[in-house]
């Protein structure tokens, strides 16, 4: 689902953050340092960043309203991937779960045409009338233990909130988090372990 604020569009290359942004050929714009590539990942730290930490990285280069972010444990290089709408674009960021570093960083100019087609215009988020991510966060952690996995702001039945996930390994806790006043709307929980049984189970009946 997209989300959007309407804010006139700025073209051309611009510096931002000692970052330098150049249109590519999808019309799509990424960062560079003076024609260096992007900053490698540097070695892992013994301790991963917190969400406040990672977003608040993320916001230094972008100082606009987080609609997305999720923790990758799985690549190569642990990482946040953050999603940002600020001035009319819309902004990735990519931060080093350990090291802090940023690994990438892109920006897409908001197509006018989808914003008119899409009734987010409407919603609270249109005037910024929202609790930060940060916020919704910490709400969701009052009732859910672990570490925030992702969190992303969703619009349903007029209701503008943000779903928040937060695994300890062994439970998965999905909480709805209302985005005007920061109460819960619903929590859910997945067992891995209900899950394991749920597989062993299957391979019982195949082996029959």
Partial sequence: MKKYIYIPVVAGALA????VWANG?????????????????A?????????????AKALAIANG????????????????????DHEG????VKIDAYSGKVLEQKR?????????????????????????????????????????????????DGTVYYEVKIGDGRTEHEVYVNAADGTILKQEQDHEDDDDDNDDDDDDRDDD
Wanted: no cysteine.
């Fill in 108 to 156: 897409e100019k908001e197509d006018r045409d989808d914003r008119r087609d899409d009734d987010w215009a409407d919603s609270p988020a249109a005037s910024e009338n929202l609790i930060s991510s940060e916020q919704a966060v910490k709400a969701a952690q009052a009732v859910a233990e672990g570490t925030v996995e992702k969190v992303e702001l969703e619009r349903e």
């Fill in 65 to 84: 309203t987080i609609t997305d972010v999720e923790l990758d444990r799985d690549s190569r290089t642990p990482h946040y991937e953050i999603d940002i």
């Fill in 25 to 41: 050929d999808d019309g799509s714009q990424k960062a560079g340092t003076g024609g260096q590539q992007p900053v490698a990942p």
């Fill in 16 to 19: 931002f953050g000692g970052i």
């Fill in 43 to 55: 070695a892992n730290s013994e301790e991963m960043l917190s969400f406040d930490e990672a977003t």
């Fill in 89 to 92: 674009y819309e902004y990735d």
